[in-house]
């Protein structure tokens, strides 16, 4: 292991977690994760080698079976495993999203019920925000929740679940006008139960999950839209049991989410960083390696440093969260900063390669299709910088 990328102030706890999950990450993952690319195959053995190593129930609280760690230990761990593939780091990421979202917000109730089950991974999760229509405009959601006695009636189409299909649990934001007098303060979100698989939904009438949606990269796990017809949920199925809370819920999750991105940005930067400087040192042109002429040299200084400032950064958006205090700036520059580099440093490294590199025998194809998934995911770099500036404004106003 080299010295990028190191993290001071780690527990020995979380030491023998980061190091089981990276002897993992390059026995099981990294020598099959290009095959499965490939082949878009969902990667069933990884998984449940995931939930033998307890993974899904990372911070979920001991008190439910979880292993109670910090966001910290759970975003270095993404880190590891987007090394490997990023596509497992979102299998992990939308489920422990929804289980922070019942952890911080459900009624006791919803987390006696959810929680041991999605720490042990029978229960996987799904988050659905997005529509067809709308992207980073929240506010113009359109599917719909009508109350009828105890139970609520849900009408619209979502889109871009990850999980959408092998998930059994879904955080579903939807308009339910009972809530205030602005937008943000009228949505809801739902904890919809369903059976994993796709097409109509045998355990839950009017639930379609129409197919996964064909994608340049981000492949194995299943993106999916999701389609609701007269779905009857349970009124105490409203996360935390009151209506109008579902925007403020959900912009908690995706600021963990945010977090999460950045670590993974910054794992797919560090596999890149390595194949690159292994490929740099075999390579020979004009009677000497790559890596011993000037302008490679040059492209390695920048990517490792570009590396460790994006995981230093991620780093600190953590442990900023962690200590109960407002992270939604540091979470958006980790996220920009990370998604940006990761963008640069995976194009440094297939130049590196030069032609091998548009090959599909070699690794660094699969991720020069990954890094710009991480662009938009959990917000554009255009949405973190509105909330950079904003939040640079609360914090820099002069007097009058």
Known sequence: MGRLAQTDGLTEIQRDILATVREFVDKEIIPVATELEHKDEYPT???????????????????????????????????????????????????FIVAHMINAHGTQEQKDHFLPRMAAGEIRGAFSMSEPGLGSDVAAISTKGVKDGNFYVLNGQKMWLTNGGTSSLVAVLCRTDEGGSTPYKNMTTFLVEKTPGFGANPT???????????????????????VLQDVR?????????????????????????????AARGC????????LGI??????????????????????????ATKVEAA????????????????????????????????????EDAFRIHGGYGFSKEYEI??????????????????????????RLLEEYRIAG
């Open 267 to 274: 794992g797919v930067a560090r596999r890149a960083f390595e």
């Open 311 to 346: 995981h230093q950064m991620m780093v600190m958006a953590a442990r900023k969260k962690d200590s109960g205090e407002r992270n939604d700036l540091e979470a958006g520059m980790a996220k920009y900063l990370a998604s940006e580099y990761c963008k640069e440093v995976v």
């Open 233 to 261: 949920i349970p009124a105490d199925r409203i996360l935390g049991g009151v209506p109008g809370r579902g925007f403020y819920q959900m912009m908690d999750g995706v600021e963990v989410g945010r977090v999460n991105v």
């Open 365 to 390: 194809e699969r991720l020069y299709r990954e890094a710009p998934m991480l662009l938009i995911g959990e917000g554009t770099a255009e949405i973190q910088k509105m909330i950079i500036g904003r």
């Open 45 to 95: 053995a990884i998984v449940e080698g995931m939930k033998e190593l307890g993974l899904f129930g990372l911070t979920i609280p001991e008190e439910y079976g979880g292993l109670g760690e910090s966001l910290l230990t759970y975003a270095l761990v993404v880190e590891e495993i987007a090394r490997g593939w990023m596509s497992v780091s979102g299998i992990v990421n939308t489920h």
């Open 278 to 303: 292994s490929y740099a040192q075999q390579r020979s042109t004009f009677g000497k390696k790559i890596a011993e002429h000037q302008a490679i040299q040059f492209k390695l200084a920048e990517m």
């Open 204 to 226: 839950v009438p009017g639930l379609t999950v129409p197919g996964k949606i064909e994608k340049m990269g981000y492949k194995g796990v299943d993106t999916t839209e999701l």
